[in-house]
């Protein structure tokens, strides 16, 4: 065989990989179910939907004390909590679609704080989201690996820093 002919076969071949891995291109900002962009949003919905339903549930038991059963104000904040808990279920079922096992369930025992807490329950629900939010930054791979260690120092660096602490906060 010819060397140019060796040359044609290989420019051809690598056409062909080429032309598949194109043919597979998949746009960017299009959520597949089950892809890191469905996760992350899926988890952000679960935790503005949890968020929701804690302030909704607060609202009804401050009105409640203010107010009669009967009053348009808590009539509003009854109904405003019955659709914050329809989000809640929906964004369950959104994590359930595309999450990891262990993020499902720090997703429902979010859930099940949410819904079991009463007014003085903001303790339990805070330690099971920041579980909720650990499992899903470990599931999005947001975290440094072992290899990183540049990462890891600077991660390191940052959270002893008492003042690149309260910026955080703060911003």
Excluded at 124 to 140: C, E, G, H, M, S
Excluded at 146 to 166: D, G, M, S, V
Aim: aromatic share 8%; glycine share 6%; proline share 5%.
């Amino acid at each position: 065989m010819e060397p140019t002919a060796i040359g044609a076969a290989a420019a051809r071949s690598i056409g062909k990989i080429g032309s598949a891995a194109i043919s597979r291109y998949k746009p960017v900002g299009v959520a597949r179910v089950g892809s890191p962009e469905d996760r992350a949003q899926a988890y952000k919905r679960m935790l503005d939907a949890a968020a929701h339903h804690r302030l909704a549930q607060s609202y009804v038991e401050v009105v409640k004390v203010t107010k009669d059963d009967k009053h348009p104000l808590f009539m509003e904040a009854v109904r405003d909590l019955l659709a914050s808990g329809a989000e809640l279920a929906s964004a369950i079922l959104g994590v359930q679609l595309c999450a990891p096992a262990y993020v499902i369930d720090a997703a429902q025992k979010v859930a099940d704080t949410v819904q079991g807490s009463g007014p003085d329950g903001v303790e339990p629900y805070k330690d099971a989201q920041v579980a909720f939010l650990n499992a899903a930054r470990y599931d999005l791979d947001y975290n440094p690996k072992r290899w990183q260690l540049w990462k890891q120092r600077k991660t390191r660096k940052f959270t002893t820093q008492p003042r690149a602490l309260e910026r955080a906060s703060e911003g």
